[in-house]
C-alpha cells in the first residue's frame, strides 16, 4: 500500500470521527491505567461496569491501595482474571505511592516497571493520558492492519513499528483509536461488513463481503 493510499484512508476516518477516544470511562491517568488493566481479555462494558461503582469509592492509587486486594475484588469480580488483576493493582498502587508520588508517570520505561502493565497498556497510557503518539496494537488493530495492508505484520510488535513508521504524522496521534473503533465495528473479525465500510475501495484486502 502506497503513502497516497493510507492518507486518503486515515483523512477519511478522521472526517467520519474527527476526535476519537477510548471507549473505557476514566477521568484521570490514574483511572486510565486501572481501566485498561482490568480491560485485558475483558470486554470495555464489562470494565466501565465495575468501574463506574469502583471510582466513585476509589479513584487514586491511596484509596485502592487501602482496598486491599479482597476489597477490590468485591468490584471487579465480574470481570475476567479479576484474582490476578486485583493483586497487579493493588501492587500497581504501591509502587505508584512508593516511587512516583502517587502520580502515573508518562514515560514507557516506568509504565512498564508497574506490575501488570505490559507494552500495548503503556501505550494507551501514553497515547490517551498524555497525548504521545504511540500505537497500542489490539487484536483489532492487528486484523485491520493486515486485512487492509495498511501495515502487515506476523506479530504485534512488528504492525506496531509498521504503523508508526507508515501511518502519516499529522494522524499519529489519534491512529490508534480510528483503527480500534474500525475493527471493533466495521471490519470485524469473522465477517467484516465491507459494503458498510467508508475505505473499502482503497482497502487491499482480497475477500471482500457485500455485508451492509
Known amino acids: 500500500m502506497n503513502k497516497q493510499k493510507r492518507t486518503e484512508i486515515f ?7 474527527p476526535h476519537p477516544t477510548t471507549e473505557l470511562k ?27 461503582k469502583l471510582f466513585p469509592v476509589a479513584n487514586t492509587p491511596q484509596a485502592i491501595y487501602d482496598l486491599g486486594e479482597e476489597g477490590l475484588k ?18 500497581a498502587c504501591r509502587m505508584l505511592l512508593d516511587k512516583h508520588n502517587g502520580k ?55 504492525v506496531e513499528k509498521k504503523l508508526l513508521k507508515f501511518v502519516p504524522e499529522t494522524f499519529l496521534i489519534d491512529a490508534h483509536h480510528w483503527l480500534i473503533l474500525h475493527g471493533r465495528y466495521v471490519c470485524v473479525a469473522r465477517k467484516p461488513k465491507c459494503g458498510a465500510c467508508i475505505i ?4 487491499e484486502y482480497k475477500h471482500k463481503t457485500s455485508d451492509e
Open 26 to 52: 476514566y477521568s484521570s491517568p490514574f483511572e486510565l491505567l486501572v481501566a485498561v488493566t482490568l480491560s485485558a481479555q475483558a470486554t470495555d462494558v464489562g470494565v466501565n461496569k465495575a468501574t463506574d
Open 11 to 17: 483523512t477519511r476516518l478522521r472526517d467520519d470521527n
Open 200 to 203: 473499502e475501495d482503497l482497502c
Open 104 to 158: 502515573v508517570p508518562d514515560n514507557r520505561e516506568d509504565l512498564e516497571a508497574l506490575p501488570g502493565v505490559g507494552r500495548k497498556t503503556a501505550n494507551v497510557v501514553l497515547n490517551t493520558a498524555f497525548g504521545q503518539p504511540t500505537m497500542a496494537v489490539d487484536t483489532h488493530i492487528f486484523r485491520v492492519a493486515n486485512r487492509t495492508r495498511i501495515a502487515p505484520g506476523k506479530n504485534v510488535l512488528e
Open 74 to 91: 468485591e468490584y471487579i469480580k465480574t470481570i475476567g482474571l479479576y484474582n490476578s488483576k486485583a493483586k497487579n493493582v493493588i501492587a
